[in-house]
């Protein structure tokens, strides 16, 4: 059981050009996200999705696209990388149950990607 | 602007003594709240999470605390070891039927030996 895994672990790019970031999970957890992680800053949703088939936009979705074709991935595409969005880059997924009078939303991380952009 | 407040950004402490880490946020009304360990280099990992209704919660040598009127809750760590640094960070299930997160930009904490 490897839980979530993101690849590359580190990257760097040139101003223009593209890459794809690739999460997995095997804990069957329907919803996934990707977050960015930038110094001073909690972690800022770029997208996400609540399954198969479905994503959404988060707070920071501009310069991003996504695809869930499968329910364990979820990838991350920069179609022309900015300096700016270097950073580093962590997938989650997450299960729903309910908890006393609320929701358990625990999300499980990736070990990150970091992103270079020059 | 953030929802979810921390405080101090950073701290130092000597091994073996205690600290208290803050969260304040400013959103209602919330499902849970988290506190997650981040490890350099590393993703987060959750240490405990309380529901709006519960006041207190202990994952071994670490307790959290919430004050739903307050909009507050702490993290206190006892008898701190070398392994304990890391960034702690608060993190706010907004809404019931919302699964998107907030974080707070998490309090950095180092002990010395």
């Known amino acids: 059981n490897a839980g979530v895994t993101q690849t590359p672990k580190f990257r760097v790019l040139k101003t223009g050009q593209s890459m794809t970031l690739l999460c997995a999970q095997d804990m069957n957890h329907e919803y996934m996200y990707w977050y960015r992680q930038d110094p001073g800053m909690g972690l800022r949703l770029i997208h996400y999705s609540v399954g198969e088939g479905t994503t959404a936009k988060g707070e920071v979705p501009d310069g991003y696209n996504v695809s869930r074709l499968k329910k364990q991935n979820f990838l991350l595409g920069l179609e022309s990388a900015a300096p700016s969005q270097t950073s580093v880059y962590f997938c989650a997924s997450s299960y729903s149950e309910t908890l006393g009078q609320g929701l358990n939303t625990e999300a499980f991380f990736g070990q990150g990607t970091r992103l270079t952009v020059v | 602007k953030n929802q979810v407040e921390q405080s101090p950004q950073s701290l130092i402490i000597l091994e073996g003594k205690n600290c208290t880490l803050q969260c304040n946020y400013t959103v209602s009304p919330f499902s849970n709240l988290r506190w997650y360990k981040q490890d350099t280099g590393r993703g987060p990992v959750s240490l405990t999470i309380?529901?709006?209704?519960?006041n207190t919660k202990s994952n071994g040598r670490y307790t959290a605390t919430l004050d739903a009127d307050t909009k507050q809750s702490s993290l206190h760590i006892t008898a701190s070891q070398l392994s304990d640094s890391a960034s702690y960070i608060c993190?706010?299930?907004?809404?019931?039927?919302?699964?998107?997160?907030?974080f707070g930009a998490g309090t950095t904490v180092t002990v010395r030996a």
């Open positions: 993190v706010v299930s907004l809404t019931l039927n919302d699964y998107k997160l907030s």
């Open positions: 309380m529901t709006f209704s519960e």
